[in-house]
C-alpha cells in the first residue's frame, strides 16, 4: 500500500511539473521563438523579390450598352 502512495505522489509531482513546464514555454519561450522566426522568414522570402509589379489601383472596365457593338466600337 505504501508504494501505491508513493507513485501516486510522483505521478501527481510530474504532471505538476509538466504543467509548469508547459505554461513557461508557452508564455514566455513561444513568443520570442515565434517573433524570432517570422521576422527571419519576412526578411528572406524570396516570393517578394520577385514581385515588382506597382500598379495595384482600380481598372476601369468599360460596360456593353444595348447599341454598343461586341468589339467596343460605337
Do not use: H
Not at 505538476?16 to 524570432?36: C, E, Q, R, T, Y
Request: charged share 35%; aromatic share 6%.
Amino acid at each position: 500500500m505504501n508504494k501505491k502512495k508513493e507513485s501516486s505522489k510522483k505521478r501527481k509531482g510530474l504532471y505538476v511539473i509538466g504543467s509548469i513546464a508547459l505554461a513557461v514555454g508557452g508564455f514566455i519561450a513561444m513568443p520570442k521563438i515565434i517573433d524570432f522566426l517570422s521576422t527571419k522568414m519576412y526578411r528572406t522570402n524570396p516570393a517578394s523579390k520577385k514581385e515588382a509589379d506597382d500598379n495595384w489601383g482600380p481598372e476601369i472596365v468599360r460596360r456593353e450598352k444595348k447599341g454598343d457593338k461586341p468589339d467596343g466600337e460605337l
